[in-house]
């Protein structure tokens, strides 16, 4: 409630129903083939309905991937709990697994039908390629708020580095890096 | 017997829902030791295959567990194995976010909401570079990535599906010249 004012453009809109939240997260289980998952989940709850700021989206994404569990479901479970308690999260989390549960049975019902077609290999792969494109637009619309403290943008590039070209284990560079994330953000507050 | 193996499904995968630190794929070799291996539900080739269609579905990858309770017990199977898997972690999470939303009033809460920022988009962008690497990237794979992250940023309007069905079309035309 406490919130600090943020600027006009990322005036939030009024939490949805339940209703409503079951809904966007069906929508985005059923259609989110070829992953990018977060990708769909800022594209929905942040830019289309602006249910939840950047921040905030990142906040709870970095918990999301740092604790065991699937990392969208744990997202969906914090960005449902923000927006309506624990019936939100309950029923993100049910929308969001319910269309991939019968999708993933049906899809094996068929699989050996359609597994020897090049070409559904193929665009399955094309789909991959686009949804990685889908991430990176999480990356950027993060990046561009975190760049108006550009020692924020060190500890984004940091992680980057270690876990994703270094190929570090996530757990112990997360350990490092939230620390340093925090210890710079209170430096950077001390004097606001 | 059917009751005995729903009950094995629920204490396989509850500790792997506890494992999967930094999500599903730290669990997949775990997994498939324990099914393939130790109990022997399923060969290593209905495996592979079984990896191969969730990740070919919509949803989280993890929706392995749920071929696998299918292939062990039907429906029931398919239900348990997938409520084994997300359920623990997904406690635990409601858990921690809820103590960290406790203190979001507090400036402390905020400041560690800001510090947390940085650290989750470069896991994001850690996530994208592995996922190309992965994948076989290359040029053209490249070029969809970064097409399709331009219309995502400068089209919003466009629906994200045809975005990505976009991106399937085009690499089964390009690919094969």
């Given at each position: 409630m406490a919130a600090p004012a943020l600027p006009a453009a990322s005036a939030l809109a009024p939490a949805p129903s339940l209703a409503a939240l079951f809904l966007t997260c069906l929508k985005i289980g059923l259609f989110s083939f070829g992953g990018g998952l977060s990708g769909w989940l800022h594209r929905e709850f942040v830019l289309r309905r602006r249910w939840i700021d950047d921040e905030d989206f990142a906040g709870s994404l970095a918990v999301a991937q740092i604790l065991?569990?699937?990392n969208v479901v744990n997202l969906v479970i914090a960005l449902g709990d923000e927006l309506r308690g624990a019936?939100?999260?309950?029923?993100?989390?049910?929308?969001?697994?319910v269309g991939p549960f019968f999708a993933v049975l049906a899809l094996a019902g068929v699989y050996d039908r359609i597994s020897a077609s090049p070409a559904l290999e193929a665009i399955t792969q094309g789909v991959t390629?686009?949804?990685i494109g889908l991430l990176l637009t999480v990356c950027v619309h993060g990046a561009r708020r975190i760049a108006r403290a550009p020692s924020g943008l060190l500890v984004l590039g940091a992680v980057a580095v270690a876990v994703g070209l270094l190929r570090w284990p996530l757990v112990p560079v997360a350990l490092v890096a939230i620390p340093a994330g925090v210890g710079l953000a209170w430096a950077r507050n001390r004097h606001a | 017997m059917r009751d005995d193996l729903l009950l094995v499904l629920v204490l396989v995968f509850v500790p792997f829902s506890l494992m999967s630190i930094g999500g599903g794929s730290a669990i997949i070799a775990g997994v498939q030791h324990e099914t393939?291996?130790?109990?022997?539900?399923?060969?290593s080739q209905e495996f592979i295959e079984f990896f191969a269609i969730s990740r070919a579905a919509p949803g989280p990858g993890t929706m392995l567990a749920t071929l696998i309770g299918w292939k062990v017990a039907g429906w029931a199977g398919a239900a348990i194995a997938t409520l084994a898997l997300f359920v623990p972690s997904s406690l635990l999470?409601?858990?921690v976010v809820r103590a960290g939303r406790a203190h979001r009033g507090a400036r402390w809460g905020r400041i560690l909401h800001e510090g947390l920022a940085p650290v989750g988009i470069g896991l994001v962008l850690a996530g994208v570079i592995t996922l190309f690497r992965l994948s076989g990237g290359g040029l053209l794979s490249g070029g969809i990535a970064l097409l399709a992250a331009a219309v995502f940023l400068l089209r919003p309007q466009i629906p994200a599906l045809a975005v990505l069905a976009a991106g399937g079309l085009a690499w089964m035309a390009l690919d094969r010249v």
């Open positions: 065991p569990g699937a019936p939100g999260a309950a029923l993100a989390a049910l929308g969001f697994l390629f686009a949804a | 393939v291996a130790v109990r022997g539900w399923l060969s999470t409601f858990a």
